[in-house]
């Protein structure tokens, strides 16, 4: 974990959320703030790619600074990164915490974020890394236990250091219905684990 570097005004830890989707994941997270689960966390920016994005109408719902930088409207990855780290520096972001977000992060962010960037993805590492469908992969693959994990980003895609695995069953009767259902479920208690776990760590340095 980084040196302590609480946020410039307050004595909590400034969260970024960002999300490529709907953003179902994101909103389990920011439902967890509305219901004051974190003492030393709080929510200064949602950045979505898509509309429309329920994450985004969720966070105007609480107040919540929320900015649409959209893939689309960059001729490459590396300005489009270069962007979002400008916005990222402009709300002072301690954490980015990376919700069903699809792109791959770059060089200039990880150096800028190091170390402080996480990400949650639908399978217990080290199965179904490197893919946008896990849950489905799980399944056509017949495992019994799947899972969800959260770990911080580093140079290599789907890999760094694990914070927090929450094991998933998958019964003979599972569909991908059923199944991501038990993903929506569980994701919460993953999120709150992993910031929790940051809270503490951040604390302690």
């Given at each position: 974990m980084p040196k302590k570097i609480m946020s410039r005004n307050t004595q909590k830890i400034k969260w970024a959320f960002m999300v490529s989707g709907w953003g179902r994941t994101a909103v389990n997270a920011l439902e967890l703030f509305e219901k004051s689960t974190f003492n030393f966390s709080e929510i200064s920016l949602l950045i979505y790619d898509e509309i429309p994005c329920g994450a985004h109408e969720k966070s105007k719902e609480m107040g919540i600074k929320s900015i649409q930088v959209s893939r689309k409207n960059f001729k490459n990855s590396t300005l489009h990164q270069k962007h979002l780290l400008k916005v990222l520096n402009e709300y002072q972001i301690d954490f980015i915490f990376m919700l069903a977000y699809k792109y791959r992060v770059?060089?200039?962010?990880?150096?800028?974020?190091?170390?402080?960037?996480?990400?949650?993805?639908?399978?217990?590492?080290?199965?179904?890394?490197?893919?946008?469908?896990?849950?489905?992969?799980?399944?056509?693959?017949?495992?019994?236990?799947?899972?969800?994990?959260?770990?911080?980003?580093?140079?290599?895609?789907?890999?760094?250091?694990?914070?927090?695995?929450?094991?998933?069953?998958?019964?003979?009767?599972?569909?991908?219905?059923?199944?991501?259902?038990?993903?929506?479920?569980?994701?919460?208690?993953?999120?709150?684990?992993?910031?929790?776990?940051?809270?503490?760590?951040?604390?302690?340095?």
């Open positions: 770059k060089k200039e962010l990880l150096n800028a974020f190091q170390n402080r960037i996480l990400n949650i993805h639908p399978s217990l590492f080290p199965s179904f890394l490197g893919t946008q469908t896990a849950i489905q992969d799980a399944l056509d693959y017949g495992v019994k236990i799947t899972g969800i994990t959260t770990h911080i980003i580093d140079e290599e895609y789907d890999k760094g250091v694990i914070l927090a695995q929450e094991p998933i069953r998958i019964n003979d009767s599972d569909d991908f219905e059923t199944l991501y259902v038990k993903f929506i479920d569980k994701g919460k208690k993953v999120i709150e684990d992993t910031i929790l776990l940051t809270e503490q760590r951040f604390d302690n340095q």
